[in-house]
Protein backbone atom coordinates (compact mmCIF):
# COMPACT_ATOMS: atom_id res chain seq x y z
CA UNK A 1 0.00 0.00 0.00
CA UNK A 2 1.50 3.42 -1.06
CA UNK A 3 2.06 5.63 1.52
CA UNK A 4 -0.48 8.30 0.23
CA UNK A 5 -2.84 5.65 0.55
CA UNK A 6 -2.22 4.77 4.03
CA UNK A 7 -2.47 8.33 4.77
CA UNK A 8 -5.92 8.61 3.21
CA UNK A 9 -7.13 5.45 5.24
CA UNK A 10 -5.88 6.85 8.50
CA UNK A 11 -7.52 9.87 7.44
CA UNK A 12 -10.99 7.98 6.90
CA UNK A 13 -10.84 6.01 10.16
CA UNK A 14 -10.15 9.12 12.31
CA UNK A 15 -13.25 11.05 10.28
CA UNK A 16 -15.23 7.74 11.58
CA UNK A 17 -14.09 8.17 14.99
CA UNK A 18 -14.60 11.86 14.83
CA UNK A 19 -18.04 11.56 13.98
CA UNK A 20 -18.86 8.96 16.30
CA UNK A 21 -17.50 10.29 19.30
CA UNK A 22 -20.00 13.64 18.12
CA UNK A 23 -22.76 11.44 17.23
CA UNK A 24 -22.63 9.94 20.77
CA UNK A 25 -22.70 13.39 22.85
CA UNK A 26 -25.01 15.12 20.65
CA UNK A 27 -27.48 12.35 20.81
CA UNK A 28 -26.55 11.40 24.35
CA UNK A 29 -27.34 15.31 25.34
CA UNK A 30 -30.66 15.50 23.43
CA UNK A 31 -31.92 12.10 25.20
CA UNK A 32 -31.13 12.96 28.12
CA UNK A 33 -30.10 10.70 31.28
CA UNK A 34 -29.32 6.64 31.09
CA UNK A 35 -32.38 4.89 32.05
CA UNK A 36 -32.84 1.21 32.06
CA UNK A 37 -35.73 -1.09 32.35
CA UNK A 38 -37.41 -1.44 35.68
CA UNK A 39 -36.71 -4.42 37.99
CA UNK A 40 -39.62 -7.07 38.18
CA UNK A 41 -39.90 -6.15 42.36
CA UNK A 42 -40.87 -9.51 43.21
CA UNK A 43 -37.94 -11.99 43.85
CA UNK A 44 -39.99 -15.32 43.00
CA UNK A 45 -41.01 -13.18 39.55
CA UNK A 46 -37.49 -12.31 38.74
CA UNK A 47 -36.77 -15.97 38.48
CA UNK A 48 -39.28 -17.48 37.27
CA UNK A 49 -39.45 -14.54 34.02
CA UNK A 50 -35.80 -15.36 33.97
CA UNK A 51 -36.33 -18.92 32.96
CA UNK A 52 -35.60 -20.56 29.32
CA UNK A 53 -38.18 -21.51 27.23
CA UNK A 54 -37.24 -25.59 28.01
CA UNK A 55 -37.05 -25.02 31.30
CA UNK A 56 -40.64 -23.34 31.65
CA UNK A 57 -42.36 -26.26 29.25
CA UNK A 58 -40.49 -28.99 31.39
CA UNK A 59 -41.68 -27.45 34.74
CA UNK A 60 -45.14 -27.27 33.44
CA UNK A 61 -45.00 -30.74 32.27
CA UNK A 62 -43.87 -31.54 35.73
CA UNK A 63 -46.50 -29.63 37.08
CA UNK A 64 -43.91 -27.54 39.36
CA UNK A 65 -45.05 -24.56 37.86
CA UNK A 66 -48.52 -23.71 36.34
CA UNK A 67 -49.10 -22.19 32.55
CA UNK A 68 -51.53 -19.74 34.03
CA UNK A 69 -49.29 -18.23 36.28
CA UNK A 70 -45.93 -17.83 34.09
CA UNK A 71 -48.66 -16.59 31.20
CA UNK A 72 -50.28 -14.00 33.90
CA UNK A 73 -46.53 -12.95 34.59
CA UNK A 74 -45.39 -12.32 31.66
CA UNK A 75 -48.75 -10.13 30.85
CA UNK A 76 -48.22 -8.38 34.10
CA UNK A 77 -44.78 -7.75 32.90
CA UNK A 78 -45.48 -6.25 29.81
CA UNK A 79 -48.08 -4.13 31.21
CA UNK A 80 -45.89 -2.76 33.66
CA UNK A 81 -42.89 -1.92 31.68
CA UNK A 82 -44.40 -1.15 27.87
CA UNK A 83 -44.76 1.96 28.97
CA UNK A 84 -40.92 2.63 28.91
CA UNK A 85 -40.37 0.42 26.59
CA UNK A 86 -42.80 0.68 23.63
CA UNK A 87 -42.86 -2.88 21.90
CA UNK A 88 -46.22 -3.83 21.80
CA UNK A 89 -48.66 -3.76 19.07
CA UNK A 90 -51.20 -5.90 20.35
CA UNK A 91 -51.56 -7.52 23.45
CA UNK A 92 -50.95 -9.08 25.87
CA UNK A 93 -53.96 -11.15 24.81
CA UNK A 94 -56.62 -12.02 27.53
CA UNK A 95 -57.68 -15.20 25.70
CA UNK A 96 -54.10 -16.61 26.66
CA UNK A 97 -54.99 -16.93 30.24
CA UNK A 98 -57.60 -19.01 29.30
CA UNK A 99 -55.63 -21.53 27.04
CA UNK A 100 -53.08 -21.90 29.76
CA UNK A 101 -55.86 -22.34 32.32
CA UNK A 102 -56.81 -25.14 30.19
CA UNK A 103 -53.61 -26.66 30.02
CA UNK A 104 -53.21 -27.02 33.56
CA UNK A 105 -56.65 -28.61 34.12
CA UNK A 106 -55.88 -31.19 31.42
CA UNK A 107 -52.38 -31.45 33.46
CA UNK A 108 -54.25 -32.37 36.93
CA UNK A 109 -57.03 -34.25 34.99
CA UNK A 110 -54.05 -36.47 33.08
CA UNK A 111 -55.55 -35.83 30.01
CA UNK A 112 -52.83 -36.21 28.43
CA UNK A 113 -51.14 -39.27 27.46
CA UNK A 114 -47.08 -39.56 26.81
CA UNK A 115 -47.53 -39.89 23.18
CA UNK A 116 -49.47 -36.17 23.22
CA UNK A 117 -47.30 -34.74 25.99
CA UNK A 118 -43.63 -35.92 23.39
CA UNK A 119 -45.71 -33.88 20.74
CA UNK A 120 -46.04 -30.78 22.61
CA UNK A 121 -42.75 -30.21 23.79
CA UNK A 122 -43.54 -26.40 24.25
CA UNK A 123 -46.99 -27.00 26.06
CA UNK A 124 -47.68 -24.24 28.08
CA UNK A 125 -45.63 -21.57 27.71
CA UNK A 126 -45.74 -18.17 26.35
CA UNK A 127 -44.17 -16.32 23.29
CA UNK A 128 -44.40 -13.13 20.96
CA UNK A 129 -43.87 -12.67 17.88
CA UNK A 130 -43.15 -9.15 15.56
CA UNK A 131 -46.24 -7.80 13.50
CA UNK A 132 -45.52 -8.71 10.23
CA UNK A 133 -45.96 -11.93 10.53
CA UNK A 134 -49.21 -12.73 11.19
CA UNK A 135 -51.52 -14.07 13.64
CA UNK A 136 -55.22 -15.13 12.81
CA UNK A 137 -57.67 -12.20 14.76
CA UNK A 138 -54.99 -10.15 15.92
CA UNK A 139 -53.69 -6.90 14.43
CA UNK A 140 -51.19 -6.67 11.32
CA UNK A 141 -49.70 -2.91 10.57
CA UNK A 142 -46.33 -3.84 9.39
CA UNK A 143 -46.08 -0.30 11.05
CA UNK A 144 -47.96 1.77 8.74
CA UNK A 145 -50.57 4.43 9.62
CA UNK A 146 -52.60 3.04 6.74
CA UNK A 147 -52.80 -0.36 7.97
CA UNK A 148 -53.65 0.60 11.73
CA UNK A 149 -57.49 -1.08 11.80
CA UNK A 150 -56.21 -4.64 9.96
CA UNK A 151 -56.25 -7.56 11.32
CA UNK A 152 -54.41 -10.74 9.90
CA UNK A 153 -57.50 -13.71 8.71
CA UNK A 154 -54.94 -16.90 9.90
CA UNK A 155 -52.10 -17.64 11.47
CA UNK A 156 -48.41 -17.66 9.82
CA UNK A 157 -46.85 -21.06 9.21
CA UNK A 158 -44.22 -20.45 12.18
CA UNK A 159 -47.18 -19.48 14.54
CA UNK A 160 -49.13 -22.21 13.67
CA UNK A 161 -46.76 -24.77 14.22
CA UNK A 162 -45.49 -22.85 17.96
CA UNK A 163 -49.19 -23.25 18.86
CA UNK A 164 -48.79 -27.03 17.68
CA UNK A 165 -46.00 -27.35 19.93
CA UNK A 166 -48.33 -26.01 22.80
CA UNK A 167 -46.67 -22.68 23.16
CA UNK A 168 -49.12 -19.74 23.59
CA UNK A 169 -48.96 -16.25 21.75
CA UNK A 170 -49.37 -13.46 24.41
CA UNK A 171 -48.47 -10.31 22.03
CA UNK A 172 -47.04 -9.23 18.57
CA UNK A 173 -44.09 -6.71 18.66
CA UNK A 174 -43.21 -3.28 17.19
CA UNK A 175 -41.38 -3.05 13.65
CA UNK A 176 -40.29 -0.99 11.27
CA UNK A 177 -42.33 0.15 8.54
CA UNK A 178 -42.76 -3.23 6.23
CA UNK A 179 -39.33 -4.43 8.24
CA UNK A 180 -36.72 -2.16 6.25
CA UNK A 181 -34.77 -0.55 8.42
CA UNK A 182 -32.05 -0.93 11.44
CA UNK A 183 -34.68 1.23 13.84
CA UNK A 184 -38.07 -0.10 15.35
CA UNK A 185 -39.58 2.94 15.02
CA UNK A 186 -42.90 4.27 13.19
CA UNK A 187 -45.33 6.77 12.94
CA UNK A 188 -47.75 4.76 14.20
CA UNK A 189 -46.30 2.96 17.27
CA UNK A 190 -43.56 5.26 17.63
CA UNK A 191 -40.58 3.97 18.71
CA UNK A 192 -39.20 1.03 20.57
CA UNK A 193 -36.38 1.82 23.29
CA UNK A 194 -33.57 -0.71 24.64
CA UNK A 195 -34.07 -1.89 27.68
CA UNK A 196 -30.31 -1.59 29.00
CA UNK A 197 -30.28 2.35 27.93
CA UNK A 198 -33.83 3.70 27.04
CA UNK A 199 -31.96 6.33 25.06
CA UNK A 200 -30.33 3.64 22.33
CA UNK A 201 -31.66 1.73 19.56
CA UNK A 202 -33.37 -2.07 19.97
CA UNK A 203 -32.43 -2.66 16.39
CA UNK A 204 -34.47 -3.79 13.50
CA UNK A 205 -36.81 -5.23 11.97
CA UNK A 206 -37.25 -7.71 14.67
CA UNK A 207 -36.86 -5.26 17.03
CA UNK A 208 -39.71 -5.07 19.52
CA UNK A 209 -39.25 -8.77 20.03
CA UNK A 210 -35.79 -8.35 21.06
CA UNK A 211 -36.77 -5.97 23.95
CA UNK A 212 -39.32 -8.18 24.87
CA UNK A 213 -37.38 -11.35 25.46
CA UNK A 214 -34.55 -9.26 26.88
CA UNK A 215 -36.57 -7.59 29.12
CA UNK A 216 -38.51 -10.32 30.44
CA UNK A 217 -41.69 -9.85 28.89
CA UNK A 218 -42.06 -12.87 26.89
CA UNK A 219 -40.70 -16.68 27.07
CA UNK A 220 -39.01 -16.35 23.46
CA UNK A 221 -39.88 -14.64 19.98
CA UNK A 222 -39.98 -15.14 16.24
CA UNK A 223 -38.03 -12.84 14.33
CA UNK A 224 -37.79 -12.82 10.45
CA UNK A 225 -34.08 -11.81 8.89
CA UNK A 226 -33.55 -9.94 5.40
CA UNK A 227 -30.68 -8.06 6.24
CA UNK A 228 -29.67 -8.93 9.72
CA UNK A 229 -33.48 -8.22 11.32
CA UNK A 230 -33.25 -11.17 13.78
CA UNK A 231 -29.20 -10.69 14.34
CA UNK A 232 -29.11 -6.80 14.70
CA UNK A 233 -31.75 -6.54 17.54
CA UNK A 234 -30.17 -9.63 18.68
CA UNK A 235 -27.18 -8.25 19.47
CA UNK A 236 -28.28 -4.89 20.19
CA UNK A 237 -30.55 -6.27 23.08
CA UNK A 238 -28.17 -8.94 24.06
CA UNK A 239 -30.23 -12.32 23.64
CA UNK A 240 -29.45 -15.35 20.88
CA UNK A 241 -30.69 -15.14 17.38
CA UNK A 242 -30.76 -17.92 14.15
CA UNK A 243 -31.22 -16.81 11.19
CA UNK A 244 -31.11 -20.52 9.15
CA UNK A 245 -29.87 -21.85 6.15
CA UNK A 246 -32.18 -20.95 3.28
CA UNK A 247 -35.50 -22.60 3.08
CA UNK A 248 -35.23 -23.87 6.53
CA UNK A 249 -38.38 -22.41 7.85
CA UNK A 250 -41.66 -21.53 5.73
CA UNK A 251 -42.17 -17.94 5.47
CA UNK A 252 -45.50 -18.29 4.56
CA UNK A 253 -47.46 -15.36 6.01
CA UNK A 254 -44.67 -13.37 6.97
CA UNK A 255 -44.78 -10.20 5.47
CA UNK A 256 -47.29 -11.54 3.09
CA UNK A 257 -44.81 -14.30 1.86
CA UNK A 258 -47.00 -17.31 0.72
CA UNK A 259 -43.54 -19.71 1.49
CA UNK A 260 -43.57 -20.37 -2.33
CA UNK A 261 -40.97 -17.76 -3.59
CA UNK A 262 -37.31 -18.60 -4.76
CA UNK A 263 -34.63 -16.91 -4.76
CA UNK A 264 -35.18 -14.68 -1.54
CA UNK A 265 -32.47 -13.95 1.32
CA UNK A 266 -35.21 -13.46 3.78
CA UNK A 267 -35.67 -16.30 6.63
CA UNK A 268 -37.51 -16.41 9.64
CA UNK A 269 -36.58 -17.81 12.80
CA UNK A 270 -36.18 -17.80 16.84
CA UNK A 271 -35.05 -15.55 19.23
CA UNK A 272 -34.23 -16.49 23.04
CA UNK A 273 -32.23 -15.43 25.98
CA UNK A 274 -31.04 -19.06 26.22
CA UNK A 275 -28.56 -20.75 23.17
CA UNK A 276 -29.94 -23.70 24.46
CA UNK A 277 -33.65 -22.93 23.42
CA UNK A 278 -32.32 -22.41 19.66
CA UNK A 279 -32.30 -26.30 18.38
CA UNK A 280 -35.56 -27.41 20.11
CA UNK A 281 -37.42 -24.19 18.73
CA UNK A 282 -35.74 -25.31 15.26
CA UNK A 283 -37.23 -28.29 15.69
CA UNK A 284 -40.76 -27.67 15.55
CA UNK A 285 -40.42 -25.29 13.17
CA UNK A 286 -38.33 -26.59 10.42
CA UNK A 287 -39.93 -27.84 6.80
CA UNK A 288 -40.29 -31.70 6.53
CA UNK A 289 -38.17 -31.05 3.65
CA UNK A 290 -34.99 -29.80 5.31
CA UNK A 291 -35.17 -31.81 8.57
CA UNK A 292 -33.28 -34.95 7.51
CA UNK A 293 -30.61 -32.37 5.74
CA UNK A 294 -29.95 -30.04 8.97
CA UNK A 295 -29.76 -33.01 11.73
CA UNK A 296 -30.42 -31.00 14.10
CA UNK A 297 -30.00 -34.24 16.76
CA UNK A 298 -26.86 -35.10 15.21
CA UNK A 299 -24.08 -34.15 18.16
CA UNK A 300 -21.33 -32.09 17.15
CA UNK A 301 -17.39 -32.75 18.54
CA UNK A 302 -16.35 -28.92 18.79
CA UNK A 303 -13.17 -30.21 19.47
CA UNK A 304 -12.89 -31.53 15.68
CA UNK A 305 -14.42 -28.11 14.04
CA UNK A 306 -12.06 -26.37 12.01
CA UNK A 307 -12.22 -22.46 13.52
CA UNK A 308 -11.71 -19.42 11.13
CA UNK A 309 -12.17 -15.79 11.54
CA UNK A 310 -12.32 -12.52 9.54
CA UNK A 311 -10.86 -8.94 11.50
CA UNK A 312 -13.42 -6.62 9.98
CA UNK A 313 -15.33 -6.39 6.34
CA UNK A 314 -12.96 -3.75 4.65
CA UNK A 315 -15.95 -1.36 4.34
CA UNK A 316 -15.06 2.11 4.56
CA UNK A 317 -18.25 3.19 4.98
CA UNK A 318 -18.56 1.43 8.19
CA UNK A 319 -17.05 2.35 11.65
CA UNK A 320 -13.76 1.49 12.67
CA UNK A 321 -13.85 -2.23 15.31
CA UNK A 322 -14.21 -1.00 18.56
CA UNK A 323 -11.61 -2.24 21.63
CA UNK A 324 -14.01 -3.80 23.33
CA UNK A 325 -15.37 -5.56 20.48
CA UNK A 326 -12.22 -6.27 19.26
CA UNK A 327 -11.14 -7.87 23.01
CA UNK A 328 -14.59 -10.27 22.03
CA UNK A 329 -12.92 -11.89 18.82
CA UNK A 330 -9.99 -12.53 20.96
CA UNK A 331 -11.56 -14.38 23.86
CA UNK A 332 -13.44 -16.63 21.42
CA UNK A 333 -10.62 -17.52 19.08
CA UNK A 334 -8.28 -17.63 22.55
CA UNK A 335 -10.86 -20.17 24.12
CA UNK A 336 -11.28 -22.44 20.67
CA UNK A 337 -7.81 -22.56 20.55
CA UNK A 338 -7.37 -23.84 23.97
CA UNK A 339 -10.30 -26.57 23.62
CA UNK A 340 -8.63 -27.79 20.02
CA UNK A 341 -4.97 -27.58 20.27
CA UNK A 342 -5.33 -25.83 16.87
CA UNK A 343 -4.75 -22.55 15.36
CA UNK A 344 -7.73 -20.26 14.71
CA UNK A 345 -7.06 -18.95 11.53
CA UNK A 346 -7.72 -16.07 9.66
CA UNK A 347 -10.02 -16.21 6.45
CA UNK A 348 -9.81 -13.54 3.44
CA UNK A 349 -13.20 -13.03 2.31
CA UNK A 350 -13.45 -11.82 -0.81
CA UNK A 351 -15.06 -8.80 -2.22
CA UNK A 352 -16.33 -8.19 1.58
CA UNK A 353 -15.79 -4.26 1.11
CA UNK A 354 -18.87 -4.77 -1.91
CA UNK A 355 -20.92 -5.90 0.95
CA UNK A 356 -23.57 -2.75 1.13
CA UNK A 357 -23.99 -2.60 -2.72
CA UNK A 358 -24.23 -6.46 -2.84
CA UNK A 359 -27.24 -6.38 -0.54
CA UNK A 360 -28.37 -3.37 -2.47
CA UNK A 361 -28.43 -5.12 -5.78
CA UNK A 362 -30.20 -8.43 -4.36
CA UNK A 363 -32.99 -6.87 -2.28
CA UNK A 364 -33.88 -5.43 -6.10
CA UNK A 365 -34.16 -9.06 -6.94
CA UNK A 366 -36.55 -9.88 -4.21
CA UNK A 367 -39.61 -11.50 -5.12
CA UNK A 368 -41.47 -8.70 -2.56
CA UNK A 369 -41.87 -5.13 -3.76
CA UNK A 370 -40.99 -3.12 -0.68
CA UNK A 371 -41.92 0.16 -1.90
CA UNK A 372 -45.37 -0.88 -2.90
CA UNK A 373 -45.52 -2.53 0.03
CA UNK A 374 -44.54 0.81 2.19
CA UNK A 375 -47.07 2.27 0.09
CA UNK A 376 -50.28 -0.64 1.23
CA UNK A 377 -50.47 -1.47 -2.96
CA UNK A 378 -49.85 2.03 -4.17
CA UNK A 379 -47.02 3.79 -5.50
CA UNK A 380 -45.54 6.48 -3.51
CA UNK A 381 -43.96 9.41 -4.79
CA UNK A 382 -40.63 10.01 -2.76
CA UNK A 383 -40.59 13.76 -3.34
CA UNK A 384 -43.74 14.15 -2.25
CA UNK A 385 -43.40 12.32 0.58
CA UNK A 386 -39.80 13.95 1.66
CA UNK A 387 -42.22 17.65 1.19
CA UNK A 388 -45.17 16.29 3.51
CA UNK A 389 -42.32 14.98 5.99
CA UNK A 390 -40.57 18.60 6.10
CA UNK A 391 -44.32 19.92 7.02
CA UNK A 392 -44.76 17.68 9.73
CA UNK A 393 -47.79 15.66 7.60
CA UNK A 394 -46.48 12.52 6.27
CA UNK A 395 -47.62 9.36 8.10
CA UNK A 396 -43.83 7.94 6.91
CA UNK A 397 -40.81 7.77 8.97
CA UNK A 398 -37.61 9.18 7.43
CA UNK A 399 -36.30 6.27 7.33
CA UNK A 400 -39.02 4.82 5.09
CA UNK A 401 -38.62 8.21 3.20
CA UNK A 402 -34.71 7.04 2.75
CA UNK A 403 -36.17 3.42 1.24
CA UNK A 404 -38.23 5.47 -1.17
CA UNK A 405 -35.10 7.91 -2.38
CA UNK A 406 -32.96 4.99 -2.51
CA UNK A 407 -34.89 3.62 -5.41
CA UNK A 408 -34.24 6.48 -7.37
CA UNK A 409 -30.75 5.81 -7.28
CA UNK A 410 -28.88 4.75 -9.81
CA UNK A 411 -28.55 0.55 -9.84
CA UNK A 412 -25.89 -1.89 -8.84
CA UNK A 413 -23.68 -3.20 -11.69
CA UNK A 414 -25.79 -6.78 -12.22
CA UNK A 415 -22.65 -8.25 -13.67
CA UNK A 416 -20.31 -7.27 -11.01
CA UNK A 417 -22.60 -8.12 -7.88
CA UNK A 418 -22.87 -11.58 -9.09
CA UNK A 419 -19.61 -12.08 -9.81
CA UNK A 420 -18.45 -10.66 -6.14
CA UNK A 421 -21.20 -12.81 -4.43
CA UNK A 422 -20.82 -15.71 -6.17
CA UNK A 423 -16.62 -15.18 -5.20
CA UNK A 424 -17.29 -14.53 -1.66
CA UNK A 425 -19.43 -17.26 -1.50
CA UNK A 426 -17.32 -19.87 -3.03
CA UNK A 427 -14.77 -18.55 -0.99
CA UNK A 428 -16.24 -19.15 1.98
CA UNK A 429 -18.06 -22.95 1.45
CA UNK A 430 -14.85 -24.62 0.26
CA UNK A 431 -12.94 -23.19 3.01
CA UNK A 432 -15.86 -24.26 5.81
CA UNK A 433 -16.76 -27.54 4.28
CA UNK A 434 -18.63 -29.76 6.18
CA UNK A 435 -16.91 -28.79 9.68
CA UNK A 436 -15.78 -25.27 9.85
CA UNK A 437 -17.11 -22.32 11.15
CA UNK A 438 -16.52 -18.50 11.28
CA UNK A 439 -16.56 -16.09 13.96
CA UNK A 440 -17.30 -12.34 12.44
CA UNK A 441 -17.90 -9.30 14.30
CA UNK A 442 -21.47 -8.32 14.71
CA UNK A 443 -21.07 -4.62 14.57
CA UNK A 444 -17.88 -2.61 14.99
CA UNK A 445 -19.79 -1.07 17.84
CA UNK A 446 -22.47 -1.57 20.26
CA UNK A 447 -26.25 -0.14 20.16
CA UNK A 448 -26.15 2.97 19.58
CA UNK A 449 -28.70 6.55 20.58
CA UNK A 450 -31.93 6.41 18.55
CA UNK A 451 -31.77 8.39 15.55
CA UNK A 452 -27.80 7.62 15.10
CA UNK A 453 -28.45 5.31 12.07
CA UNK A 454 -29.85 7.55 10.02
CA UNK A 455 -26.46 9.53 9.39
CA UNK A 456 -24.24 6.50 9.86
CA UNK A 457 -25.86 3.01 8.85
CA UNK A 458 -23.38 0.87 7.16
CA UNK A 459 -22.67 -0.90 10.10
CA UNK A 460 -25.70 -3.08 9.36
CA UNK A 461 -23.24 -4.68 6.42
CA UNK A 462 -21.62 -6.85 9.27
CA UNK A 463 -24.93 -8.50 9.25
CA UNK A 464 -26.25 -8.62 5.67
CA UNK A 465 -23.62 -10.38 4.33
CA UNK A 466 -25.10 -13.59 5.26
CA UNK A 467 -28.18 -12.89 3.99
CA UNK A 468 -26.36 -12.21 0.54
CA UNK A 469 -24.50 -15.80 0.83
CA UNK A 470 -27.62 -17.40 2.21
CA UNK A 471 -26.05 -19.22 4.77
CA UNK A 472 -26.94 -19.74 8.80
CA UNK A 473 -25.57 -17.73 11.26
CA UNK A 474 -26.30 -17.60 15.05
CA UNK A 475 -26.41 -14.06 17.13
CA UNK A 476 -24.02 -15.36 20.35
CA UNK A 477 -24.57 -12.37 23.41
CA UNK A 478 -21.14 -11.89 24.87
CA UNK A 479 -21.11 -9.56 28.36
CA UNK A 480 -21.38 -6.14 28.79
CA UNK A 481 -19.02 -2.98 27.38
CA UNK A 482 -17.88 -0.37 29.75
CA UNK A 483 -21.29 1.50 28.72
CA UNK A 484 -23.35 -1.17 29.96
CA UNK A 485 -24.39 -2.24 26.22
CA UNK A 486 -24.71 -5.75 24.71
CA UNK A 487 -21.60 -6.82 23.19
CA UNK A 488 -22.11 -10.02 20.49
CA UNK A 489 -20.12 -12.44 17.74
CA UNK A 490 -21.81 -14.15 14.83
CA UNK A 491 -20.98 -17.78 14.13
CA UNK A 492 -20.94 -18.43 10.87
CA UNK A 493 -21.47 -22.07 9.54
CA UNK A 494 -21.87 -23.65 5.61
CA UNK A 495 -25.39 -24.17 3.92
CA UNK A 496 -27.38 -26.76 5.87
CA UNK A 497 -25.16 -26.83 8.82
CA UNK A 498 -27.27 -24.98 11.46
CA UNK A 499 -25.95 -27.53 13.85
CA UNK A 500 -22.70 -26.76 14.21
CA UNK A 501 -23.65 -22.96 15.16
CA UNK A 502 -26.29 -23.92 17.60
CA UNK A 503 -23.27 -25.95 19.24
CA UNK A 504 -20.44 -23.53 19.42
CA UNK A 505 -23.44 -20.77 20.59
CA UNK A 506 -24.15 -23.43 23.29
CA UNK A 507 -20.35 -23.70 24.12
CA UNK A 508 -20.10 -19.62 24.12
CA UNK A 509 -23.17 -19.79 26.09
CA UNK A 510 -21.28 -21.82 29.01
CA UNK A 511 -18.24 -20.60 28.60
CA UNK A 512 -18.69 -16.78 28.89
CA UNK A 513 -22.43 -16.85 30.16
CA UNK A 514 -24.66 -15.55 27.49
CA UNK A 515 -27.57 -12.96 27.74
CA UNK A 516 -26.94 -10.71 30.68
CA UNK A 517 -30.43 -8.95 32.27
CA UNK A 518 -30.71 -5.98 31.85
CA UNK A 519 -31.95 -5.61 34.98
CA UNK A 520 -30.54 -7.20 38.70
CA UNK A 521 -31.41 -10.82 38.86
CA UNK A 522 -31.19 -11.05 42.90
CA UNK A 523 -31.22 -7.92 45.02
Request: aromatic fraction near 8%; glycine fraction near 6%; charged fraction near 20%.
Amino acid sequence: MSACKMLLEALLVLVHIISDRLLELVFGWYLGAHKRVATPANADQRAMLAKSAVELATQIRERKLKSYDIVKAYCDRIESVNGDLNAIVDGPFADALQQASEIDQKLADNKYSKEQLDALPFLGVPFTTKDSTSVAGRRHTLGLVSRKNERAKEDAECVRLMRASGAIIIATSNVPEVNKWMESRNMLIGRTNNPYDLRRSVGGSSGGEACLISACCTGFGLGTDIGGSIRIPAFNCGIFGHKPSEGAISMAGCTFRTGKEQNTMVCAGPMTRYATDLRPLMQVLLEPSKAKMLQLQEPVDLSKLRYFYAPNNRMRQCNPIQRETEQVLHKVRKHFEDLTGQQVRQAELPATELTGKMWRYWMTQEPANFNKLLGNGADLNPFVELFKKLLGQSDFSMAAIYSLLDSLLPKESETLMREATEKCKSYLQQLLGDNGVLFYHSSPRTAPFHYYPLLKFMDFSYFSLFNVLRLPVTQVPMGLDAKGMPLGIQVVANHNKDRLCLAVAEQLERTFGGWVAPFPLRQ
